[in-house]
């Protein structure tokens, strides 16, 4: 149970700079007045925002610091659970929220998400939901629990009655299963793998066994022809070896020496040649002219005929010459391509012999490989591969007893699953206590001079009925009785709480719930469910109507506004 003791802010919407203190387990009732803005509801929401992080109505966090001081917003809010007394403090400019035990902070999180789970899981076990359903009843951003979708009507319901443990059992469980499932597949798809090895292996075995008891004499033919193709390469390379280096080596050089003679040819053509240019210029020359250019004396007739003469002669036989060069020529170029063809049909049978050689080293490998697997134990690869083939087989019955297993465990938490569903065991806690909800809201409703038979199903779907009449839904009644119904609810879930002791707490706030649709008999009869309940329970009235509830509360807070500020007045 939450014992909630002291209440403290400042800055904190219309408060000012100092602190203004609440004590919250004083008095058994406490009823709080003051005009409108005077800074009633306040309380309310710096404690839910303590709490929760958020205020009970619907304002911003930014708005939540009081306007005129602009920083320094506190709030802190301590209580006991237990042996254990807690403290918790919330801050806005500067950011601050620290969770406190007997006097030592809770080391916070790294994230304030985390740290404030760590307070609504494991120390108020209450969210800001539930806390609205059995703490609070307001006028001002209150949701009753009839007006609530069906599923959060049931979450409220399951934090009521600690049972939302089963959810989260639920959510460990298919992230469980999820991996089981995972694993289940992995395992499936390993065991198709697995059974390709075992084929695979199967087949190499029998080819081994039939290359063991076959192949050998294919092996040996296969030798034996190899040996036989080198014999009569080896025969063929000594046909065409013979002579043929020396042979390579004489047509080598009388190759050098023709086109050595070609080249002199060449240039003994080239030097006739320009002899014969020189005389013809010689001839055109006496033939064209009649004067020396030298001396510039006339050249005769006689000595021009006895020149002309002697250079003719001369050009005659440079042609003659040359003719025959000529014919010289042709025939060393002759032999020269007689040669070369010569030399060509010997490096062809270089080429073959190389060849030859080649082929022959290839076959000697061969050869070698082939006596290579006919001297090797082919029983040692036949054992290696059966010893593989039982590796495979008991990874195959290993994996097959792990899929048992796990298919064994995925199975268990099928039916786990099934039964922490919404329809499984919590549906059957609901319904043992659904008679006793509705016993307490009928119970209340009577007290409120509510004469109706209000129920609730599993589904926390209503039916309402009155005397004599037909059924009913919350929807169909006034404000007034609706308002019954719902404080109904409110005392029903404390009761409850305090059954289970979940989210029992001492604390009661009623917001503006007098000043509402409730007519006087109305008021009366809830006042008389307030000084019913437990002594160990607080309630706080927070009201408009202090001079009609003035005197029927053990004590009184006042809040005024001065100068723009909240203050109490007690």
Same mark, same amino acid.
């Given at each position: $149970? ?25 008095? %058994? ?10 800074? /009633? ?59 406190? %035990?007997?006097?030592? $902070? ?54 009521? +009655? ?47 066994? &039939? ?32 002579? +043929?280096?020396?042979?390579? *080596? ?32 010689? !001839? ?23 020149? +002309? ?47 030859? *050689? ?25 054992? /290696? ?19 048992? /297993?796990?298919?064994?465990? #995925? ?7 099934? $039964? ?16 006793? $909800? ?9 007290? +409120? ?25 919350? &929807? *169909? ?19 409850? &709480? ?18 509402? *649709?409730?007519?006087?008999?109305? !008021? ?15 309630? #706080? ?18 809040? /005024? ?8 007045? &007690?």
């Amino acid at each position: $149970m939450i014992n909630f003791n002291k209440l403290r802010y400042k800055n904190f919407l219309s408060s000012g700079n100092t602190f203004t203190e609440i004590n919250l387990n004083e008095y %058994k009732t406490t009823l709080v007045v003051g005009g409108n803005g005077a800074g /009633k509801s306040t309380m309310l929401d710096a404690l839910s925002f303590s709490l929760f992080g958020k205020p009970h109505r619907n304002i911003n966090k930014p708005q939540l610091v009081n306007s005129i001081n602009g920083k320094g917003c506190v709030v802190e809010v301590e209580f006991s659970i237990g042996q254990g007394q807690f403290k918790i403090i919330r801050g806005i400019k500067p950011q601050i929220f620290e969770i406190w %035990k007997n006097g030592t $902070m809770i080391n916070q999180s790294s994230h304030s998400k985390e740290y404030q789970k760590i307070l609504e899981s494991n120390i108020l076990k209450l969210n800001h939901k539930s806390f609205h359903q059995v703490v609070v009843l307001g006028s001002s951003s209150f949701i009753p629990f009839m007006q609530l979708s069906a599923w959060v009507r049931r979450e409220v319901i399951e934090d009521l +009655l600690d049972i939302n443990v089963f959810s989260k059992m639920n959510i460990l469980l298919r992230e469980k299963s999820n991996i089981l499932k995972q694993r289940l597949s992995d395992i499936e798809h390993t065991q198709e793998i697995n059974k390709t090895k075992i084929e695979t292996q199967n087949k190499y075995i029998r080819d081994i066994t &039939a290359l063991t008891n076959e192949s050998r004499n294919q092996y040996e033919l296969k030798i034996h022809a190899s040996q036989n193709l080198i014999d009569e390469l080896q025969a063929k390379n000594s046909e065409l070896s013979v002579g +043929l280096d020396e042979s390579v *080596s004489e047509a080598d050089e009388r190759l050098r020496s023709l086109q050595d003679r070609k080249q002199d040819l060449l240039l003994r053509s080239q030097d006739r040649q320009t002899r014969l240019s020189h005389v013809g210029k010689r !001839i055109t020359f006496f033939e064209e002219n009649e004067t020396c250019p030298v001396c510039d004396q006339a050249i005769s007739d006689g000595h021009k005929h006895e020149i +002309l003469q002697s250079t003719k002669e001369s050009q005659d036989r440079g042609k003659a010459a040359l003719k025959q060069i000529g014919v010289e020529g042709q025939g060393v170029e002759s032999e020269i391509k007689e040669q070369t063809s010569v030399l060509s049909t010997l490096r062809d049978r270089v080429h073959q012999l190389t060849t030859n *050689s080649q082929e022959i080293s290839k076959l000697q490998r061969d050869v070698v490989e082939f006596q290579k697997f006919l001297d090797k134990e082919v029983s040692v690869d036949l054992d /290696k591969a059966k010893l593989e083939l039982v590796e495979h087989q008991e990874a195959k019955s290993e994996l097959l007893e792990e899929k048992l /297993k796990l298919s064994e465990q #995925f199975n268990y938490n099928t039916v786990i699953n099934e $039964m922490l569903k919404d329809t499984g065991i919590k549906t059957k806690i609901i319904k043992q206590y659904l008679p006793v $909800m509705n016993q307490l809201i009928n119970k209340y409703l009577q007290v +409120l001079d509510f004469f109706v038979h209000f129920n609730l199903d599993e589904s926390f779907q209503e039916t309402i009925r009155s005397r004599h009449r037909d059924e009913f839904t919350y &929807a *169909s009644f006034s404000e007034g009785e609706k308002q019954r119904i719902d404080l109904a609810l409110l005392f029903t879930w404390r009761q409850i &709480a305090k059954m289970k002791n979940s989210v029992a707490t001492n604390l009661l706030v009623l917001d503006e719930t007098f000043d509402s *649709s409730l007519d006087h008999e109305g !008021i009366e009869n809830l006042l008389k469910i307030l000084h019913t309940l437990d002594n160990d329970t607080n309630v #706080f009235v927070i009201s408009h109507k202090g001079e009609v509830l003035d005197g029927k509360f053990n004590t009184k807070i006042e809040f /005024k506004k001065e100068k723009n500020f909240s203050k109490m007045v &007690a």
